[in-house]
């Protein structure tokens, strides 16, 4: 059966076969029942590139474009180290990085696959660059 943004949202609901788990459980066994019985571990908890990339859909559809593109970063960066994301966030702020460092941080999110991400911190150098918001 296809996805379609604008009828099968909530997904736990309405389509819960297309919701995955980072530990490969099927998401009808994340019951109430099973965390009190303590067979729910947080890696059945976190979400997937998948599910956020459903997000996204579902997010355009109604006409919630700049949610979607977060739900869309978001997809891309569920495998990057939660320390290499902390990392880019704090370069993000302003006056704390100069033009090269983000361009550097930009160029390892390409490599990683995250183009929409850097597309986003390519985007903010420029903004930054403009307002006078660069180190340095």
Same mark, same amino acid.
């Given at each position: ?30 019951t109430?029942?099973? /965390? ?17 990339a ?38 993000l702020?302003?006056?704390?990085s ?6 550097? /941080?930009?160029?390892r ?28």
């Amino acid at each position: 059966m296809r996805f379609d943004p604008t009828t099968d949202y909530p997904l736990g609901t309405h389509r819960p076969d297309l919701v995955d788990t980072p530990s490969g459980r099927p998401f009808s066994e994340l019951t109430l029942d099973a /965390a009190r019985a303590g067979n729910v571990s947080a890696d059945d908890l976190r979400a997937t590139s998948g599910t956020l990339a459903l997000q996204s859909e579902v997010a355009r559809a109604a006409g919630r474009g700049q949610l979607a593109d977060n739900l869309a970063r978001a997809a891309e960066l569920v495998g990057v180290p939660d320390s290499e994301v902390l990392e880019i966030y704090t370069a993000l702020r302003p006056g704390r990085s100069t033009a090269a460092e983000l361009e550097e /941080a930009a160029v390892r999110l390409d490599a990683i696959g995250a183009k929409l991400t850097a597309a986003f911190v390519r985007e903010a150098a420029g903004v930054y660059a403009d307002r006078g918001l660069l180190h340095g």
